[in-house]
């Protein structure tokens, strides 16, 4: 079992940048393929970023292609989602989610692991 805690969100301006942070605690972190969803008000949760296990590929959703930026780091376990050029549209909760399933993956019924979301608010 891993154990996932999100940082890094809060407000700021359109146009501007984040940098939301998950630390993983547990089983051995590279054991997990990493994803980023979203959900904003009365919204369903959708899928933002997902990294490989090794780290060597990533995959994302239309909407953050370009401007966002998923990577991980193996010695401090962690996961990260550089966010850039926000849009007042990015307004969510984000969590951080681990999946042992051996592919980037983007359904969230497939990653069995979640932390507790972490707000993100974009003003116009």
């Known amino acids: 079992q891993v154990q996932l805690v999100e940082s890094g969100g809060g407000l700021v301006q359109a146009g501007g940048s984040l940098r939301l942070s998950c630390a993983a605690s547990?089983?051995?972190?590279?054991?997990?393929?990493m994803g980023w969803f979203r959900q904003a008000p009365g919204k369903e949760r959708e899928f933002v970023a997902a990294?490989?296990?090794?780290?060597?590929?990533?995959y994302y959703a239309e909407s953050a292609k370009g401007r966002f930026t998923i990577s991980r780091d193996s010695a401090k376990n962690t996961v990260a989602l550089e966010m850039n050029s926000l849009r007042p549209e990015d307004t969510a909760v984000y969590y951080c989610?681990?999946?042992?399933?051996?592919?980037?993956?983007?359904?969230?019924?497939?990653?069995?692991?979640w932390g507790q979301g972490t707000q993100v608010t974009v003003s116009s």
């Open positions: 989610a681990a999946s042992l399933v051996v592919r980037l993956i983007v359904k969230k019924n497939e990653y069995a692991y």
């Open positions: 547990g089983r051995t972190f590279s054991s997990y393929t």
């Open positions: 990294i490989a296990r090794s780290g060597g590929m990533a």
